[in-house]
Nanobody, 115 residues
């Protein structure tokens, strides 16, 4: 059993910043990738960023230059630093990990960008 616990969501004004955290625990063997997805009302869940083993980081185009993904392998934790937030970033953000070929998801944390 693997559990992912997210934190750090909230309400922020346009141009502001938030930092999301996601800690994985349980029967973890060797995490290959950690990442973030998001889902806005009425839309499908979309990929945001991924950090894979070896330090490879990838971002969806709309967040490049504004979001930074990082991870603490010793703590099985992944972070998403979100800067210069815009209204379109409003969504429920979900963290994910891939361990031994299985994808696990967090419960989601709400990020609302509003003036």
């Amino acid at each position: 059993q693997v559990q992912l616990v997210e934190s750090g969501g909230g309400l922020v004004q346009p141009g502001g910043s938030l930092r999301l955290s996601c800690a994985a625990s349980g029967s973890i063997f060797n995490i290959y990738a950690m990442g973030w997805y998001r889902q806005s009302p009425g839309k499908q869940r979309e990929w945001v960023a991924t950090s894979a083993t070896g330090g490879v980081r990838r971002y969806t185009d709309s967040v490049k230059g504004r979001f930074t993904i990082s991870r603490d392998n010793a703590q099985n934790t992944v972070y998403l630093q979100m800067n210069r937030l815009v209204l379109e970033d409003t969504a429920v953000y979900y963290c994910m990990i891939i361990d031994r070929g299985t994808t696990y998801w967090g419960q989601g944390t709400q990020v609302t960008v509003s003036s």
